[in-house]
């Protein structure tokens, strides 16, 4: 069973830093796609990255390029998401989701997404 879960969310300040877990679990490293997006209130949901575990090539949204970093940790199977320079604009809940279909070589940005974690709330306040 393919499962998700999203952590460290919180509460920052402007200018602080967060770093995102989505634990994986039912997936074999290598194998498949993982995305992160957000949705903050009001808007609607947007994607922000995306790696491939086959080689680590990661994608990014051109707004959050050179302020996220995503990342796997493969001793553990999670995809990590790290903000730096949080602002309030960055306030949103943050879900990751696994890239439906097959992902080698692909650009996994845009693409689409078939399962979800239930995401975790960053508020960037002072």
């Known amino acids: 069973q393919v499962q998700l879960v999203e952590s460290g969310g919180g509460l920052v300040q402007p200018g602080g830093s967060l770093e995102l877990t989505c634990a994986v679990s039912?997936?074999?490293?290598?194998?498949?796609?993982i995305g992160w997006f957000r949705q903050a209130p009001g808007k609607e949901r947007e994607q922000l990255s995306c790696i491939r575990s086959s080689d680590q090539t990661a994608f990014y949204q051109g707004d959050v390029k050179g302020r996220h970093t995503i990342f796997l940790d493969t001793a553990r199977n999670e995809v990590n998401l790290r903000v730096d320079n949080l602002v309030a604009e960055d306030t949103a809940v943050y879900y990751c989701?696994?890239?439906?279909?097959?992902?080698?070589?692909?650009?996994?940005?845009?693409?689409?997404?078939?399962?979800w974690g239930q995401g975790t709330q960053v508020i960037v306040s002072t």
């Open positions: 989701a696994r890239y439906a279909g097959h992902c080698l070589a692909c650009n996994c940005f845009g693409g689409r997404y078939d399962t």
């Open positions: 039912g997936l074999t490293l290598g194998l498949y796609v």
